[in-house]
């Protein structure tokens, strides 16, 4: 299995930043990491979890939904197998907890047909 490792949560002040890493490891048969498309997703209590951002390993430009764009920005680096959340202007209204997410081949916005999940990591922003 791909196993999937968040880090880089924290509490922050609104306006500020962090940036969260999504470390991956393992690799399935006749594919290779590069060929999963990598995500974040986010929960706050009592919430669905939704759609955060996506990008392919191997290629593909980044997704944002509507709520984060222009503030966020989805990368990874392929040669560490990780993929990162740079999350700039931070409001209240962001916090929740975040996961990060592989599929093989496609992303989706709807959280159910990713195959993969992390943890997750706590990000609070104060008012």
């Known amino acids: 299995q791909v196993q999937l490792v968040e880090s880089g949560g924290g509490l922050v002040q609104a306006g500020g930043s962090l940036r969260l890493s999504c470390a991956a490891s393992?690799?399935?048969?006749?594919?290779?990491?590069?060929?999963?498309?990598m995500g974040w997703f986010r929960q706050a209590p009592g919430k669905e979890r939704e759609f955060v951002a996506a990008i392919n390993w191997s290629g593909g430009s980044p997704y944002y939904a509507d709520s984060v764009k222009g503030r966020f920005t989805i990368s990874r680096d392929n040669a560490k197998n990780t993929v990162y959340l740079q999350m700039n202007s931070l409001k209240p209204e962001d916090t929740a907890v975040y996961y990060c997410a592989a599929n093989p081949g496609s992303w989706y916005p709807d959280p159910h047909p990713w195959d993969y999940w992390g943890q997750g990591t706590q990000v609070t922003v104060s008012s």
């Open positions: 393992g690799a399935a048969s006749g594919r290779t990491f590069s060929s999963y498309a």
